[in-house]
């Protein structure tokens, strides 16, 4: 496998999509630029081809997301090898011209769904969400409009990404994901996805007592999905555009291993607190994630790494070339 430059410039361009503020992102692109570096060093290109390459990178988020912070933290010149540049926008969609990338990465991002599924929030309708903020312990139809609302933004974002890869150009993702066992089925797992279901029914607590209504509670759901690998593996191999290289879970044993209850905590709220807040108001942020610790005190395997079953799944894809399939 190898990486081909375009036109008459040595220049590799990469994109993060998704990248947050860092630091893990300047990590992940340092870690691509050099195996870049040592696959041309270990081909028989000549010397003076691999010395001349230059590096663009594009650092994709959201246009809420911090940019201010993001480039105020890229690591300075000289040791940065390459040029950096901010691309505000949903990756749901097209973001930079037709084949002009040769390297995408996107790492604990595809989870995140584009919007809430819209039949969880019609009461009429029998995949309607009452009394819970995600699919766990709902009828089936609530989890079938989760994994609905995720193949379509998932294929969306491939679509974007067919016409911007150079052919054989290719894409590294980190996609958390859940074991294709559903927790219900093997008293040893525990569906990620429970964790939301504690915070729910710390919500509904919260109703119970009058500081917000049950409806106000109905009308919140988490635009998050932690995919089965099964179905992930169908709707990547259905693509037409990509071929699948590698698909395998990385080992995450020590990195979700947490030290107590508040770190546990903590790790949901940074990632929680402005969907709540943008929903319930700042009021009631700190007694829900009081009310969640308690919880999770009560529930403590949810903590433990070997239960709790996050598959962090990474897949490398090739952009097919035009001989080989639909550009
Ligand atoms: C959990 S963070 C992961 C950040 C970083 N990739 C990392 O590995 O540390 C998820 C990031 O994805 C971004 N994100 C979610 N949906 C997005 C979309 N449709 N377009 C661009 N960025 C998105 C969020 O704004 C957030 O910064």
């Not at 749901?92 to 919007?115: D, E, I, M, N």
């Not at 590294?172 to 559903?182: E, G, N, R």
């Not at 917000?212 to 992930?232: A, R």
């Amino acid at each position: 496998m190898t990486i081909t430059t375009s036109g008459s410039k040595n220049l590799i361009t990469i994109a993060d999509l998704g990248c947050s503020t860092g630091p893990n992102t300047f990590i992940a692109i340092h870690a691509i630029i050099e195996a870049i570096k040592n696959l041309y060093h270990t081909s028989n290109l000549p010397a003076a081809h691999y010395q001349t390459l230059e590096f663009q990178v594009f650092f994709n988020d959201q246009v809420s997301s911090d940019f201010n912070t993001l480039f105020k933290n890229l690591p300075p010149n000289p040791n940065r090898s390459y040029f950096a540049c901010g691309v505000p926008g949903s990756f749901r969609g097209r973001l930079f011209p037709k084949q002009s990338l040769h390297f995408v990465y996107s790492a604990s991002t595809l989870h995140w769904l584009s919007r809430v599924p819209k039949d969880i929030m019609d009461r009429s309708c029998s995949a309607w969400n009452k009394g819970r903020i995600h699919h766990t312990d709902a009828p089936k139809e609530v989890g079938e409009a989760y994994e609905a609302q995720f193949k379509e933004d998932l294929e969306s974002f491939l679509n974007a990404r067919a016409e911007e890869v150079v052919g054989n150009g290719l894409m590294a993702l980190q996609i958390p994901s859940a074991p294709d066992v559903a927790a219900a089925d093997d008293d040893k797992e525990i569906h990620p996805a429970r964790v939301f279901e504690l915070l729910g029914s710390s919500l509904m607590d919260m109703a119970r007592v009058g500081i917000m209504t049950e409806e106000k509670v109905d009308s919140f759901n988490l635009p998050t999905f932690y995919s089965p690998v099964k179905g992930m593996k169908e709707i990547l191999e259905r693509n037409e555009h990509f071929s699948v290289e590698k698909m395998e879970a990385l080992n995450l044993k020590n990195f979700y291993a947490v030290p107590n209850v508040y770190t546990f905590v903590s790790l949901y709220r940074v990632v929680m607190e402005d969907l709540i807040k943008q929903h319930f108001g700042a009021a009631i942020v700190d007694e829900l994630f009081d009310r969640f610790a308690q919880k999770v005190l009560e529930f403590p395997d949810i903590m433990n790494p070997r239960k709790l079953k996050i598959v962090m799944l990474f897949v490398l894809l090739k952009r097919k070339s035009q001989a080989e399939g639909k550009v």
